[in-house]
């Protein structure tokens, strides 16, 4: 299995705060990385699909970027509805995940 | 407007089986993979397989390949997960998710459902 890491963990930031979170493979997955949010007690929601392509409805603030084994989800300007937890994807084959990144209120 | 509605919280012993449901609407039933997933407590999310409705195929990961099985009815657009030989390490939600293009990631899940194995 491809193994996915992300850092931070966690992190605590600010309304307005430019966030970044990254994510890197074991091994090349080439672009087939996605992004989800989840918040407590909810199912996850997809965000960005194969690294940099804005699932409909996701707030433009929301952005990645990567290839290869190293990967980046940015959001531009952190609003309150975006503290949650975040998680990457690999489809290049069969799915795993990173451990997520809790994004919590400074 | 795309949804998926899954069964109730399920409680069950050690070495029993659970079937959990997930019944699809607003879009056609069997144009997209339908994949199961589940989430222990506290932890990150795990791929459990896929199924095509349209032909009834499937795939499971390897963790689960024996224990696992995945079956459809197409008439009432719903998907099931019946896990078998129930362990305390398979206490999770267990999520169904649509897969809108074959590339494995997942645009509408369900609400989830709770397996609890506790003896």
């Known amino acids: 299995d491809i193994q996915m890491t992300q850092s931070p963990s966690s992190l605590s930031a600010s309304v307005g705060d430019r966030v970044t979170i990254t994510c890197r493979a074991s091994?090349?997955?080439?672009?087939?990385l996605n992004w989800y949010q989840q918040k407590p007690g909810q199912a996850p929601k997809l965000l960005i699909y194969?690294?940099?392509n804005l699932h409909s409805g996701v707030p433009s603030r929301f952005s990645g970027s990567g290839s290869g084994t190293d990967f980046t989800l940015t959001i531009s300007s952190l609003q309150p509805e975006d503290f949650a937890t975040y998680y990457c994807?690999?489809?290049?084959?069969?799915?795993?995940f990173g451990g997520g990144t809790k994004v919590e209120i400074k | 407007q795309v949804q998926f509605v899954q069964s109730g919280a399920e409680v069950r012993k050690p070495g029993a089986s659970v079937k959990v449901s997930c019944k699809a609407s607003?879009?056609?039933?069997?144009?997209?993979?339908i994949h199961w997933l589940r989430q222990a407590p506290g932890q990150s999310l795990e791929w459990v397989g896929w199924?095509?409705?349209?032909?009834?195929?499937?795939l499971y990961s390897e963790k689960f390949q024996g224990r696992v099985t995945l079956t459809r009815d197409t008439s009432a657009a719903t998907t099931y997960l019946d896990l078998r030989s129930l362990r305390s390490e398979d206490t999770a939600v267990y999520y169904c998710?649509?897969?809108?293009?074959?590339?494995?990631?997942?645009?509408?899940w369900g609400q989830g459902t709770l397996v609890t194995v506790s003896s």
């Open positions: 998710a649509r897969d809108p293009t074959v590339n494995d990631f997942f645009d509408y």
């Open positions: 091994q090349t997955i080439d672009s087939y």
């Open positions: 199924i095509n409705p349209a032909d009834g195929n499937t």
């Open positions: 994807q690999q489809s290049f084959v069969t799915p795993t």
């Open positions: 607003g879009y056609i039933f069997t144009e997209y993979n």
């Open positions: 194969t690294s940099s």
